[in-house]
């Protein structure tokens, strides 16, 4: 056991493997100064039902804007993030940002939609998650049916009950809960009986294929069917084309994002859209 032990730990410092840390370290430390520094941002990519013209939420996603590399991709630093605490700082100053646009867009004016933003399990799990969520809210003077949380359905099977508890505490906040990613997590279905959920994501790699295969196809509405008979709303992510957008809306779907009706945006083009939006949701309500 010693000896096996004595391997492993002699793996860790192979040359290749020296180079990975020494790489994921790095950039680690990066994204610390990228906190400091000011180097992230958020684009908004809007959630629209039915067609272009009614936007009922926008979705926050995270942008580096690296001084040598340019643009790094979320799916290369996120994943890196999560490994460690980071991922907290990373995702209060997400809500923190979201939030503080959120009360700038009321203080011009506009009709404001809610805004989500993803949370990792490492961080929804944490003591300070709903303590901060609820503090930024007070402090930007916004009630919480301006927030939605999109969580993966991986981060459900770590901690259910602790899951649990900070999702009601959510919902005690009129907080919206969405599982993202739907369908790729390989979870039981138990869990959406167990939790205040309000919205399933259908994940893109089903939206993708849908109408071209058969299984795609059926996912998708075996998705929706299961959504609607839980009274859950759907949103497919991903939508591409009027192909993808017709068929969906013949499955029940109701809220649509992707390429094909908006891409994610930076907040100045936000403004505009949601200023474009006024009056469908005046109507509306
Ligand atoms: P996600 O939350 O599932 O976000 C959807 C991703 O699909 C976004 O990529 C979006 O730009 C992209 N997308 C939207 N519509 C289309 C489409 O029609 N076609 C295609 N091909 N792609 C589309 P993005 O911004 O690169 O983010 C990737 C992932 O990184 C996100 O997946 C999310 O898991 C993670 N992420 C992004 N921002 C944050 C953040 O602030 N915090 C955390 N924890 N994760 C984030
Ligand atoms: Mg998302
Ligand atoms: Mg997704
Ligand atoms: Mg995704």
């Known amino acids: 056991c010693a000896k096996q032990k004595g391997r492993d730990n002699a793996q860790v410092f192979a040359p290749e493997m020296a180079s990975v840390v020494v790489k994921k370290f790095g950039l680690e430390q990066e994204m610390h100064e990228a906190l400091e520094l000011g180097q992230f941002s958020l684009e908004y990519q809007p959630k629209v039902w039915g067609d272009k013209s009614h936007i009922i939420g926008l979705e926050a996603l995270i942008r580096w804007h690296h001084p040598v590399k340019g643009r790094v991709s979320p799916v290369d630093f996120i994943p890196i993030a999560e490994e460690s605490n980071l991922i907290t700082k990373i995702g209060e100053w997400v809500i923190d940002e979201a939030l503080k646009q959120q009360n700038r867009w009321r203080k011009i004016g506009l009709k404001l939609v809610p805004v989500a933003v993803n949370i990792s399990g490492r961080h929804l799990i944490h003591d300070d998650f709903v303590p901060y969520i609820s503090g930024k809210l007070k402090a930007y003077e916004l009630s919480g ?67 071209k295969h058969t299984e795609d196809t059926t996912i998708c509405e075996t998705i929706i069917h299961l959504a609607r008979n839980l009274k859950l709303v759907t949103i497919a992510e991903g939508v591409e084309t009027q192909e993808q957008a017709e068929l969906l809306n013949q499955m029940g779907c109701q809220v649509y994002q992707g390429y094909y009706f908006y891409r994610p945006m930076p907040s100045s083009e936000a403004a505009t859209l949601l200023h474009e939006n006024l009056s469908f949701h005046k109507v509306s309500q």
């Open 145 to 211: 049916a301006l927030l939605e949380i999109e969580i993966t359905e991986g981060v459900l099977l770590q901690d259910i009950e602790r899951c649990i508890a900070v999702m009601k505490a959510l919902k005690a906040l009129n907080i919206t809960i969405s599982v993202d990613d739907f369908g790729t997590g390989y979870s039981s279905l138990s869990y959406l009986k167990r939790l205040p959920i309000d919205v399933l994501k259908i994940d893109q790699s089903f939206v993708d294929e849908c109408g």
